[in-house]
Nanobody, 122 residues
Framework: QVDLAESGGGSVQAGGSMRLSCAASGDGYKEMCMGWFRQAPGKGREFVSF???????RSSDSVKDRFTSSKDNDGNTLFLEMTNVKPEDTGVYFCVAQQGCLQLMEGRAKYWGRGTQVTVSS
């Protein structure tokens, strides 16, 4: 069992920056691919970014060059660094973990956090 707890959400103006954190606990998460999904109001969940157990990162085209996933040295905390945010980045951001990164990107992650709200004002 893996538990994920997001923090760091809130309100930010367009063009600004924000960092989300996800504290992981339980068994086996250090061997998993970890990442982020988001859900805008009235829309489905969308893949944002991941970092593999070998520290390979990938972000969706909509956030590429603006958002990046990273981990602390112990691998216990996942981060999402968000820069040059836009109003369309508004939504609930979920931390996720799954054995394979492809499955994670497809929305088939086994473990999900409860989410943290990010609101970008213009």
């Amino acid at each position: 069992q893996v538990d994920l707890a997001e923090s760091g959400g809130g309100s930010v103006q367009a063009g600004g920056s924000m960092r989300l954190s996800c504290a992981a606990s339980g068994d086996g998460y250090k061997e998993m691919c970890m990442g982020w999904f988001r859900q805008a109001p009235g829309k489905g969940r969308e893949f944002v970014s991941f970092i593999s157990r070998l520290d390979i990162t990938r972000s969706s085209d909509s956030v590429k060059d603006r958002f990046t996933s990273s981990k602390d040295n112990d691998g216990n905390t996942l981060f999402l660094e968000m820069t040059n945010v836009k109003p369309e980045d508004t939504g609930v951001y979920f931390c996720v973990a799954q054995q394979g990164c492809l499955q994670l990107m497809e929305g088939r992650a086994k473990y999900w956090g409860r989410g943290t709200q990010v609101t970008v004002s213009s």
